[in-house]
């Protein structure tokens, strides 16, 4: 019987976040240049090219974090269902967003996505503190990028709302 080594959950929780990242970015590559580019955007708004390794960082950070998690409470157990739920549930969230944005085209509804992503995120975040406070940390960064996601979904959708 073989067993798992040591360092295979650590790997494997930092790296699932990625996952919806992965399944999102057919959507995003279509829709940039043929959808997105027609929407006027504010002038603060970063480049492009920003986002993929700034997700990519976050991703990277929440999945350690949600492995640090699991570790303190001794693995999947009732006492991990709450913090490993909400944290499920704004990977769920996180992930439906580009379909639902890019791949829709429903800028209003994306913005309730986010929100809705960004409340589990928080919560997320909050049962983590108690757990432990350097996973609670690693969602800071989440946090901050989820607000100016946010602001500019809102600022496209204002700006855009007569664009289907």
Same mark, same amino acid.
């Given at each position: 019987?073989?067993?798992?080594?040591?360092?295979?959950?650590?790997?494997?929780?930092?790296?699932?976040?990625?996952?919806?990242?992965?399944?999102?970015?057919?959507?995003?590559?279509?829709?940039?240049?043929?959808?997105?580019?027609?929407?006027? &955007?504010?002038?603060?708004?970063?480049?492009?090219?920003?986002?993929?390794?700034?997700?990519?960082?976050?991703?990277?950070?929440?999945?350690?974090?949600?492995?640090?998690?699991?570790?303190?409470?001794?693995?999947?157990?009732? &006492?991990?269902?709450?913090?490993?739920?909400?944290?499920?549930?704004?990977?769920?969230?996180?992930?439906?967003?580009?379909?639902?944005?890019?791949?829709?085209?429903?800028?209003?509804?994306?913005?309730?996505?986010?929100?809705?992503?960004?409340?589990?995120?928080?919560?997320?975040?909050?049962?983590?503190?108690?757990?432990? &406070?350097?996973?609670?940390?690693?969602?800071?960064?989440?946090?901050?990028?989820?607000?100016?996601?946010?602001?500019?979904?809102?600022?496209?959708?204002?700006?855009?709302?007569? &664009?289907?």
């Amino acid at each position: 019987m073989e067993v798992v080594p040591a360092w295979a959950p650590a790997v494997g929780f930092t790296i699932l976040p990625h996952a919806g990242g992965f399944l999102g970015r057919n959507i995003t590559k279509r829709e940039i240049p043929t959808w997105y580019e027609t929407l006027q &955007k504010p002038s603060w708004r970063p480049p492009n090219w920003v986002f993929a390794p700034v997700w990519g960082t976050l991703y990277t950070s929440m999945g350690y974090g949600s492995y640090l998690v699991w570790k303190e409470l001794g693995g999947f157990n009732e &006492k991990s269902v709450v913090p490993l739920g909400l944290y499920a549930g704004n990977l769920a969230l996180n992930w439906a967003w580009t379909p639902i944005f890019f791949g829709a085209h429903q800028m209003g509804w994306g913005l309730v996505t986010l929100l809705l992503t960004t409340g589990a995120a928080t919560a997320t975040t909050a049962s983590w503190y108690n757990i432990n &406070k350097t996973a609670a940390y690693l969602m800071v960064p989440y946090l901050a990028w989820l607000s100016l996601a946010s602001a500019l979904n809102y600022r496209i959708w204002k700006d855009n709302c007569n &664009k289907k």
